[in-house]
């Protein structure tokens, strides 16, 4: 009675059933699992180290971290309770937070397998060297050197890989914390060709006409007013100039918005290709770039190119 006792003031916390409910689908380390539940590390160290030592969850060490997993479920003292966890996580499967935690678990898988340095063919043959990032850099050496503005930056990640190739980037941002973990990481990496600048996407501080890309990745969505964002985005390009944006399509995890401080919840095609064209783009175009099925989040690429001042003034007339 006394090992039963203890067993259910532990289940007692809503924290811990989320724990074993993920863990459930997927072996996660502490740094995914802080991820997915949106909580301290030293929180979620904790409530692992309880549940490790109740039986429940059990370690694995793989390639120098240490994955989580359910202690085997299906046999021994525990299998009934396993049984009633199961049917109970199955009854919480609709409900808004049980969504939230598999969208946020989704996410995590789709970054772990990004990390991947090394690929499969569908026909399960593997390839060194085969990534995403290489690619992207080797698209890179395909371009003239240009003037780009990254608005809303964030980290700085993207800003690097456009300073590889790019003449200067304007890394643009609204936090300064953010902004100085990239500066340090610039610094890290020795590219000397990016300017930093603090301020809102909706009010960027450049010149008109004095880059040849604006690019916004993952931040339009933040954005208070979207179409503003966009119009700044074409200001400060230069005629001929393009516009590259990749953002969320609409999606339904109203948890971004505290999470994340996302102010939108995505757009759709006609949405975005609209504010496009208000903006004073031209050859607009418009393409999924990521989805992964079964998850709730799917990307869109979309750029378009900036007319001469008398080609977007007669355009503004006909529209309105």
Not at 180 to 208: T, Y
Request: charged share 25%; with cysteine.
């Amino acid at each position: 009675m006394t090992e039963a006792a203890s067993l259910y003031r532990l289940l007692g916390e809503d924290v811990r059933l989320r724990l074993l409910r993920v863990l459930a689908r997927e072996r996660l380390n502490v740094t995914e699992l802080t991820a997915v539940l949106g909580l301290a590390q030293s929180g979620v160290s904790r409530h692992l180290g309880l549940l490790k030592d109740a039986g429940l969850v059990a370690e694995e060490p793989t390639g120098g971290f240490t994955y989580y997993r359910l202690a085997d479920a299906g046999r021994g003292r525990l299998a009934g309770l396993w049984a009633h966890l199961q049917a109970q996580f199955d009854e919480a499967a609709p409900s808004a937070a049980t969504r939230a935690d598999d969208a946020r678990l989704q996410e995590v898988l789709r970054q772990r397998r990004e990390r991947v340095e090394t690929h499969a063919t569908e026909a399960g043959q593997l390839v060194p060297g085969r990534s995403w990032a290489a690619w992207a850099r080797a698209l890179g050496h395909l371009l003239p050197p240009l003037d780009l503005a990254d608005l809303g930056c964030g980290d700085g990640h993207l800003t690097l890989e456009a300073a590889a190739w790019a003449r200067r980037v304007y890394a643009v941002d609204r936090s300064a914390a953010v902004l100085q973990r990239a500066r340090a990481l610039a610094r890290k990496q020795g590219a000397a060709n990016i300017v930093w600048k603090r301020g809102e996407i909706e009010r960027v501080p450049l010149p008109d006409a004095s880059v040849d890309v604006a690019l916004l990745s993952q931040a339009l969505h933040h954005a208070a007013d979207p179409a503003a964002a966009l119009a700044e985005a074409v200001r400060i390009l230069r005629p001929g100039g393009r516009a590259l944006l990749l953002d969320l399509r609409p999606h339904d995890q109203a948890w971004v918005k505290d999470r994340l401080g996302d102010h939108w919840l995505g757009f759709s095609d006609q949405a975005l290709g609209s504010m496009l064209r208000r903006a004073g783009l031209r050859d607009i175009r418009l393409q999924l770039g990521a989805r992964k099925a079964g998850g709730p989040f799917a990307v869109t690429i979309a750029s378009g190119v900036k007319g001469r001042a008398r080609a977007a003034a007669r355009r503004r007339r006909r529209e309105g």
